[in-house]
Each structure stands twice: as structure tokens, then as C-alpha cells.
């Protein structure tokens, strides 16, 4: 969630929305639009092409019928007239009958689709091509009769029909007296079906799907490709009660058509997929034309957004560093837009910055170099105010040579403590200074305190703030051994620590502390500041300080203290090699 709402809040991303909503959105809704519009008027022009190329194999079909029932013409001949009404002496008749089939056999266009034609009385009496003149069964001649006036509108009647084992149509009419109006006869015309075949074969090959004629009474016609699957249509109302008109079966596009001349509906079954192929094709050529344009798009994006990001991103990687605490950073302009004046601004920032910081961390040394001097102007005469007492005992005791010896370990003392006004100097020089203190306080304390050194000889020739060792010695005597009856010792241990700093760890067998005032000592290490310089820890406070405001943390002291049995004192500070003239140090 914390991803999604950093990747949502970065500003390439809220422009990357801005964009999509602002170019590519419309982008996608025009081409949706477009191909929705696109798909209605292609789909709305293939079914009127479909319904047109039926309708146009439905009067292809009608021209045919046409064609033929012209030599209904021979029907109302005087001649034949003459032979259906006349019982006897009709063979002049017949043969200008038969002679009039045979010219216009050669006159009309579709005659060779003839295969037979037969003019029949009512009493049976009959005349063809095949047969000329004959009576026909009465089986045959009540079929032909029963089928030609049961049709009240006394239209051609049009039935399926074999002739010679070959299908064929079977075209009847009616012959009425010119004068009565009185049917004295029919007309009957056997057609080939393969001429109807030939139109659905030839229509089929040039357009897909398949073809079905149905006469009026739903019998099956003709079907091209032969032996063709039809789709089985679960509502036929829809076609029986209109005339023409167009609908979808599922994945078939059905239209169909029913001829005014014969009431044959013609059905073409269509693949849905055939018929919007052309949307189909339109639908990909857009998604390809707006796919391109929106990668096109983003590609732009890309480049725009690079040339504003990447400058946005270098400034906020400066930024970071200089948070961090890098003020030697700056951003190199190459433009002079509003980033780079941005960039210019930075660099003046940091520069500005880094200049009140160097400022300020002088202010900062100068003060840490006057706090140190103040903290040993503080000891110094803190030390010297107990050993001249000791001295001005020793003189009343009349006691000269000690006089001299408690003389002499202080001039050396203060060789030290001054060292020509230098922090620094070697710890073999600190601990030296620790002997001479020790010398001047075994006078004072002769009978109750004894002093042992353990030292590693490898940390003497490092480095040490002077004076930083004589306040913990001091305070091991006067706020440990001092209270204490019986004989005292301090112990001065020296050593590397395991982290490969220095320690050295002031003992005594003191009266010690109580846990209250060993908490209330480390406090005050802790915050730098001597309650009550009265109570003890005044000297420890100082030397903590001077220690941190020179090395910093973890460096300083560290204190233990057990009631009735003596206090440890550890100072640690870290490894650094003196480079300090010691000739120089000590010459006068």
C-alpha cells in the first residue's frame, strides 16, 4: 500500500494520469466510437448488398419462368383452341401445335430448359413433343386436373416433378375459351432443374454462404451447394409472414426474399463472420492505428517527460545530500529554463549555508578552546592551593629536607602543567605528572596510602588532553582513602581495550558511594553540569567535558562504586600518535 501510494504521489506519475486522461483516454473513446459508427454502416450496407444479390438470383430465377411461360402463347391458339374443343379430325391441328412448340423452341432464350410441353383436354385427350397425340391414364389425368383447379387464382402452378428419372419443374396453366372465359383444357410444361441449378451454382460460387429455394408450401426446391447443411430457424413466422427482410441466427446471417411470379422464397444463409468481415478488418486496422498512436503517445511522453524529470530528479538527489550533510554539492546547469534557475538558486543556497556553517563551527572551536583553558585555569589552582598547605606544614615542622623534595616534585609539576601553554601531551608525560602529584601527597599521607602502577608500555607514547588524570587520583585520596580508616591504596591501571581504545582505570579501596550518589554522580557526567561543587564530582564533571568537547562521544569517564569497599574511575579516550618535542616541552 505504502509502494502504491510512493510510486501514485511521484510527480512523473501524476503526470503520466494527466496524459492518459488527457490524450490517451480520448484516444481510446474516439476509436471506439469510430469503429462502433464504422461497424453499422459497413454492417448495415452488407445486408442490404445481401438482401440485393438475393433478390437479384430470385428474378434471375423469375426471368427463367417468364422465358418459358411464354409458350403459354400456343394455348391460346385458334389451333389449339380448335383441338381441345373438337373431339375428332384434329391431326391438322396437332401438327401446326407441334410446329409451333418447335419455332418457338427457336425463338425464345431459355427454351433449351424445356423438356417436354403438353396440352391436355378435359377429356384427357392429349398432345406433345414426345408423345404427339394420345389419351392419358386416368391417374395421370385426374392428378394434372385436381392440381390446376384447386388453384382459385388459375396462376401457373409450379411442382416438383421427375421426367425421365431427372428432376425437373412441372409448370401448368389453364386454357380458356377466348369468347366463355370457359377452361377447356391445360397447359403443362416440364422444365429442366439443372437450368435453376446452373443460377444457384454459378451465384454460390461468386458469394458465400448457402442458397435455399422453398416453394409457397415450404417443400425445399433447390439448395446449392448441394447437399449443404441449412441452419435449422427456430422462429419461422419470421419469414412466413413477411416477404423479404433480413435477421441473425446466432452465428448466421439469414435474408431472404419471396418472388411475386412464383411465391418461391429464396433463403441465403450467411456466416455472421462473412458478413462484418469488413469490420472485422476495419476493427483491427483502428486498434492498430490507435495501439500505434498511444504507444507513439507514450514514447512522446517518455521524451517530454525525461527532459522536465531528469533535471527535477538531479536536484532532489542534491537536496538529499545536502540534507545528509553534504555542502560540497552542486547542480551544473546546461539550459536556462525555470529547473536551472532552480538549480542556480540551490547552488547559492548551499553555498550561503556552508559558509554560516564553516562560520559557525569556528564560533564553535573557538569556544570548546576557551571552555578547555577556563576547565584548567580551574584545576591548576585547585592543586596547587592543597600542596602549598602541605609545603607550609612541612616548614613549620621544620622538616627541610622534605621541604625540598615536595619543592621539587612540584617544580616538575608544573613544567608539566604549563607545557608552554599546550593541551596536548604524551600520556608518559601525564603519568609522569601523576608521580610528581603522588610524591607531594604521600607527604601529607605517608602513613595510610600506598600507590601502584600497571601499565601497558604500548599506550604510553599516545597522546592525552594534559591534566586530565591528577583530578581522578586526587579524588580517589580525598573523597575515598581520606574517609576511610586503616591504610588506603590506589591502583593505575593502563590498557588497550578490546573496540582498540585506551583506557586507564583510576582504583582505590575507599570508603566508596552509596547508589544514590553513584546515580547522582553519573548524572552528572551525563549532563555535563556539577550539582554542588561541595559535594564531590566538580573535578570529574570538568575532566568529562573536556574530554568530549575534544574527542567527542563514547569517549569521557565512566564510574563504579561499591559502599565500604572503593570506587573504579575509568577514562577512555582514543588511540592518537603524539607528535609532541618533548626537548621542547621541557627546556626552560
Not at 484516444?27 to 464504422?38: E, R
Not at 377452361?183 to 446452373?198: L, Q, R
Not at 444463409?269 to 462473412?274: A, E, K
Amino acid at each position: 500500500m505504502k509502494l502504491i501510494k510512493s510510486v501514485v504521489s511521484s510527480f512523473r506519475a501524476k503526470l503520466l494520469i494527466t496524459f492518459f486522461i488527457l490524450s490517451v483516454l480520448p484516444l481510446i473513446l474516439i476509436g471506439m466510437i469510430s469503429y462502433s459508427k464504422t461497424y453499422n454502416i459497413i454492417s448495415e450496407n452488407s445486408y442490404s448488398l445481401s438482401q440485393l444479390q438475393t433478390e437479384r438470383v430470385s428474378r434471375e430465377f423469375d426471368d427463367v419462368i417468364q422465358e418459358i411461360n411464354r409458350f403459354a402463347e400456343i394455348g391460346k391458339m385458334d389451333s389449339t383452341l380448335q383441338f381441345l374443343i373438337d373431339k375428332e379430325n384434329t391431326a391438322d391441328e396437332a401438327k401446326i401445335i407441334l410446329n409451333m412448340i418447335e419455332h418457338y423452341r427457336e425463338s425464345f432464350q431459355y427454351s433449351e430448359y424445356v423438356m417436354n410441353i403438353r396440352i391436355i383436354g378435359l377429356d384427357g385427350k392429349a398432345i406433345s413433343e414426345d408423345h404427339g397425340v394420345h389419351q392419358l391414364d386416368n391417374q395421370t389425368y385426374k392428378n394434372l386436373l385436381t392440381t390446376t383447379f384447386n388453384n382459385q387464382q388459375r396462376s401457373p402452378v409450379i411442382k416438383s416433378t421427375y421426367k425421365n428419372s431427372t428432376p425437373a419443374l412441372s409448370l401448368t396453366s389453364t386454357i380458356s375459351n377466348g369468347e366463355s372465359k370457359e377452361v377447356i383444357g391445360i397447359m403443362n410444361i416440364i422444365i429442366k432443374a439443372s437450368g435453376f441449378k446452373d443460377i444457384l451454382y454459378d451465384t454460390s460460387t461468386q458469394l458465400s454462404g448457402t442458397f435455399q429455394v422453398e416453394s409457397e408450401n415450404g417443400d425445399t426446391l433447390f439448395i446449392s451447394p448441394e447437399f449443404a447443411s441449412v441452419t435449422e430457424i427456430t422462429d419461422r413466422n419470421m419469414i412466413a409472414e413477411k416477404s423479404s427482410g433480413y435477421f441473425s441466427e446466432g452465428s448466421t446471417f439469414v435474408v431472404f426474399y419471396t418472388s411475386e411470379l412464383t411465391g418461391w422464397k429464396f433463403i441465403r444463409y450467411t456466416p455472421l463472420s462473412d458478413i462484418t468481415k469488413d469490420t472485422t478488418e476495419i476493427k483491427s486496422l483502428i486498434i492498430l492505428t490507435v495501439g500505434t498512436s498511444i504507444i507513439f503517445i507514450i514514447f512522446l511522453y517518455f521524451i517530454i517527460t525525461s527532459k522536465l524529470i531528469l533535471p527535477l530528479r538531479v536536484l532532489q538527489y542534491k537536496m538529499n545530500q545536502a540534507s545528509s550533510g553534504d555542502f560540497t554539492v552542486k547542480i551544473n546547469n546546461h539550459s536556462s529554463d525555470e529547473i536551472a534557475q532552480l538549480g542556480q538558486n540551490f547552488n547559492s543556497m548551499i553555498y550561503k549555508i556552508k559558509t554560516l556553517l564553516d562560520k559557525s563551527v569556528n564560533e564553535q572551536k573557538q569556544l570548546k578552546i576557551a571552555e578547555l583553558k577556563t576547565m584548567q585555569a580551574q584545576i591548576n589552582p585547585h592543586f596547587l592551593y592543597n600542596t602549598l598547605e602541605t609545603i607550609i606544614w612541612m616548614a613549620e615542622a621544620k622538616n627541610t629536607p622534605k621541604v625540598i623534595e615536595i619543592t621539587k616534585a612540584l617544580s616538575h609539576f608544573f613544567r608539566i602543567s604549563l607545557s608552554k601553554g599546550k593541551d596536548l601531551i604524551l600520556l608518559k608525560d601525564e603519568i609522569e605528572h601523576i608521580r610528581n602529584y603522588l610524591v607531594i601527597q604521600k607527604m601529607r599521607y605517608q602513613d595510610i596510602l600506598d600507590v601502584t602502577f600497571h601499565l601497558n608500555e604500548d599506550i604510553l607514547k599516545y597522546e592525552i588532553i594534559k591534566l586530565t588524570l591528577q583530578p581522578l587520583v586526587e579524588n580517589a585520596i580525598y573523597h575515598g582513602i581520606k574517609n576511610k580508616r586503616g591504610k588506603g591504596f590506589v591502583r593505575i591501571k593502563g590498557d588497550f581495550t578490546p573496540e582498540g581504545y585506551i583506557c586507564i582505570d583510576v582504583i582505590d579501596n575507599g570508603i566508596g558511594m552509596s547508589e544514590e550518589k553513584l546515580e547522582d554522580i553519573r548524572l552528572q557526567l551525563s549532563r555535563g553540569i556539577p550539582f554542588d561543587k561541595d559535594k564531590g564530582g566538580f573535578g570529574m564533571v570538568n575532566v568529562h567535558n573536556r574530554i568530549q568537547l575534544h574527542y567527542g562521544t563514547p569517549f569521557g569517564l565512566k564510574i563504579n562504586s561499591w559502599y565500604g569497599s572503593g570506587t573504579r574511575v575509568s577514562l577512555i579516550i582514543p588511540v592518537v600518535d603524539g607528535d609532541i618535542n618533548e626537548e621542547d616541552l621541557f627546556s626552560r
